[in-house]
């Protein structure tokens, strides 16, 4: 099992409950979908994954380790474990698109030759390879998106989680990143992905959960997904 | 566990060790620090400017006092004795005596205060002149007031107190340090002045450069926010911060030598006039090596405390949204 919740609920100060004894199992080497609408809880289930934030109550398992379990020192390096691709990408526009997508191997130490390397690598899986000395404001929506997604999977995490990655992309767009995650899919990788964009998720065949009020509506052709 | 397997494959590989790696991640991130300051040159250099005059006003001032203390420590082979004599030793003995002390080489001249003299003076100095009338008897000593050569050193002056010491005329052999000692107690408090002042001025340099990493930082948060969301830990997204007070603290403390240094050189030609006047030969005292070095050492400290807290008090509360 890649992810795994068991009974969790997220309360924000106020009394607004994101997620309600939400449990729900992602295995390793999935590839799945969260639909639903805005305020449904998505984003809080990814961000508890990515421990931006903390259940209220329940646990979350990623690959074994409970994040309850997990020191607030030790955040840094339990990140480093996943790939995060945002709607806004969050990139950096001080520095070219090649340091963009070598910040993670900065961070986690590689050496300058190995993570060139491996840069290249990313960003020619991504299709951006001649790129790579651009400032990443030069590049258009769907193009800085790709540069995300280099970004998350240069350091070959097992997990990938996307929040509305095609969220400000055209159709067109869209498809062709959703295409680079199957990729990633079809070499091992899980991916968790909350998207609204549900004729999208369809037409590529993948696997849906729905969440509304912070609990899975339940649907007959996803009930392996939780069970 | 799976995940520490994989995190194996995102660590440092081949012939580069951890050492190795953690040493060029410090010289890529000071590069890219003091690349961020060339950048703002015109921030930069004011900030520079701030810290190198606050340092280099104390380091002046410390300077003009060792000058002072190297000048007065010329004087200590300069004081006068007094000889104060036996009160059975005549007026004309006492004369004699002088000029047989005066003709010692170590010895520039030799004036006498006769016993009456003195009394003269003591009645007009201290107020008692009537209760003085009513003395039969002088009590007082003729005195030899003796000045030494200029060419003694400290050595040479012990001999010769030993000596004036040891003459059968004489009772009591006094050196008149007084003064030199007043000069000296003052130079020790001006001293210890600056050391207040030079304090103060350094928890003024911390604020300053503490406050421009604080921007630095409001000015880079979603970059933070960003870089700790992708993994960074505190520590590698405080480094960057931190080379950029050492810059700061490393440029104002070579500036302020720079400054120090510029005004020993207008000094030197009034100096040497002086030196002239005085027929002495005073130069002036610069920076030795050790306190160059101290001055760019105390910069480059006050430079990482100052963003060492900014980092460690901003850093901490900028983390993902």
Known sequence: MMIQLDDVTKRYPGGQEALSGLTLSVDKGE??????????GK???????????????????????????????KIPAYRRQIGMVF????????RPVSDNVALPLVIAGVGHRDASRRVRAALDQVGLLHKEKQNPETLSAGEQQRVGIARAIVTR???????EPTGNLDPDLSLEVMRIFRRFNEVGVTLLIASHDISLIDRMGCLRIELDAGKLVEHEEEDHAWQ | MAMTRHSDAVAPVHSSGPISIWFLRHISTSIGS?????????ASLMIVLVIAVTLAIPAALNLVVKNARAVSEGWDNALDFSIYLKRSVTESESEGLARLIEQRADVETVHLITASDALEDFKEQSGFGAALDQLSDNPLPHTLVVRPSPANT??????????LANLPESDLVQVDTEWVQRFHAILDMVRQAIVIGASLLGVAIVVIIGNTIRLDIQNRREEIEVTKLIGA??????????????????????????????GLFLL???????????????????????????????????????????????????EPR
């Open chain 2, 268 to 318: 030197e030609q009034p100096a040497a006039r002086l030196a002239g006047l005085y027929k002495s030969g005073v130069t002036v005292v610069a920076l030795s090596l050790d306190e160059s070095l101290a001055i760019l050492g105390i910069g480059v400290l006050l430079g990482l405390v100052g963003s060492w807290f900014a980092a460690a008090r901003h850093m901490r509360r900028i």
């Open chain 2, 233 to 262: 830990s505190n520590a590698f997204v405080r480094r960057p911060f931190l080379w950029s007070g050492f810059w700061y603290g490393l440029f104002g403390g070579g500036l302020a030598l720079g400054l120090v240094q510029y």
């Open chain 1, 31 to 40: 590839m799945l979908f969260i639909t639903g609408h805005s305020g449904a």
């Open chain 1, 43 to 73: 984003s809080t289930l990814l961000r508890l994954i990515a421990l931006i934030e903390r259940p209220t109550s329940g646990q979350v398992i990623v690959d074994g380790q409970n994040t309850r379990r997990v020191k607030r020192r």
């Open chain 2, 34 to 42: 003091l690349g961020r300051l060339i950048r703002q040159p015109f």
């Open chain 1, 157 to 163: 995490p097992k997990l990938l989680i996307a929040d």
């Open chain 2, 154 to 163: 400290s050595q040479s002056m012990i001999v010769l107190q030993e000596e």
């Open chain 1, 87 to 94: 709607q806004d990408h969050k990139l950096l526009y001080d």
